[in-house]
């Protein structure tokens, strides 16, 4: 027999003495159930589905969905979260997220001033830190004893198709020249002599300037913390020569030829376990080549390039171009490769030394050629001021094979005899002669700041009067200002430090021979792989902490980039009219990105 409990015992009781007596007691007992259940039903219907907060506290996590935002998405005016719009409203699904779309308000209603998108981030729903199949990796740091912990690369095996068969085809990776030459000594390019005395004796070879792809290849291999437990990896790496691929399809070929090794590698990827872990964003890659050989903005075969940064796989990894999009946030710039690939420390030592020793003659030098089809160029203002003045040499480049603007040994001479190097837009943003100018020791004047400062903040310092002079192009355009005055201006003492900062960014700048490893310098490939390592784990972890950036504006990803350790917030900048598009949001930036790159091929046909 079951047990009753006291309390059920005492009032059967209190029933059985109450038998033939008056009957109140249960009627009022009824009528208290019956008010109760009433109340509750009016409390569910008017304050659990009418939206009323009876707590003020954005707690909202029982609505929620693996953690996802709330949106309110109003059609017209924008709302707060309120009873009348909840009331009229309908939840759908968008994009993972929960949606409230607002009906039309009824007619004496009226739409209070703002918008709220309450963010779920309730620490008790919060997912355990210990399902993330990434926690074994990010726990790797902790263990001190081990030099590798938390700088774990897992790299892709993929099909040779994907980039050692490129290079067995390498008469194919250019229209003008044949290119195996170039992809000879791990990618170095065939070994200078140095009759001139202006190279160093070793090190010194004739790379191509988008021969990044393998080089930084052939470095991985050497890279001393490679594992082959994805697991434990912080980054992974996949070595598909991006740059080389599209760099055999960019002429006479149809949109459906220039995207298939994109999309082949794309379904290559997602098939593997490692992608699902992250989808993705723990990937990165190399493409030796500037970004919009891979943003085509459609499928017409007069258009340039491929899709590859636009497909959803390719927006999720992280490549790494050598001149990268201001408006995008899945690039990253890398510098271009030097002539100078040291196998040892005291090979950039010695360099840097001779630099510090050497007599510049010149002011300023200028090694390019004036571009009359580009109405905003400024090359033409600039080639004219040096001609006029005896403080510059000229090293003016035409698409002729036997202009000393094509040697290696005429450019670098220039460079290491001048105090200024001015560097001017090339055919896009970035030039290779940057950093030949640096590598020379020869202070850098930029004229936009995508030219360097917002596209190689992993290489270069942040405060860049402190390596470099900037003259905005818009004062050279309305031919307001002299350069060569502006540049007297600069005491010898500022000079020297400025000489001295470039000289010692010099390893950090350079890649080395990739049969070798540096000692103790950290070139331009350790520099980036640490960054990269940098940038997925802190996403690992904004992951465990349910870190949202709502607010994150992609097409001002530029200005992110320049934000210190921290820092969230955007504010007005004094390059704001650089980086201006056109207020019809149309694609023109983007277009006359994709001629710059267009133009970019034409000088190379003539530099081959």
Known sequence: MRRRSPTSQSFDDSMEKGQGKNHHPRVCLLASLSGLFWFLVLYFHFVILGGNHVHDSPNLDPLSLNKQSIIITPQSNPNPLNRATIRNAKVERDNNELVVKSKPLEKNVQPPPAVVRPVISDNSSRRDPESYSFMRALRTVENKSDPCGGRYIYVHDLPPRFNEDMLKECRTLSPWTNFCKFTANAGLGPQMENAEGVFSNTGWYATNQFAVDVIFGNRMKQYECLTNDSSLAAAIFVPFYAGFDIARYLWGYNVTTRDAASLDLVDWLQKRPEWNIMGGKDHFLVAGRITWDFRRLSDSDSDWGNKFLFLPAGRNMSMLVVESSPWNANDFGIPYPTYFHPAKDAEVFTWQDRMRKLERKWLFCFAGGPRPGDPKSIRGQIIDQCKESKSCKLLKCGQSRESKCHSPSSIMKMFQSSLFCLQPQG???????????MLAGCIPVFFHPASAYTQYTWHLPKNYSAYSVFIS?????????????MLNQIPPEKVKELREAVISMIPRLIYADPRSKLETLKDAFDVAVDAVINRVTRLRKDIIEDHKYDNYIEELSWK?????????????????????KPKDRSAESDNSSAEAAKNSWKNEQGQQ
């Open 427 to 437: 055919d896009s943003y970035t030039r290779r002669s940057a950093f030949d100018a």
């Open 473 to 485: 192009e818009n004062d050279v355009r309305k031919k307001n200002i002299s350069i060569e005055e």
């Open 560 to 580: 992110y980039s320049l934000l210190d350790e921290g820092q969230t917030e955007l504010a007005a900048h004094e390059w704001d009219p650089f980086f201006e």
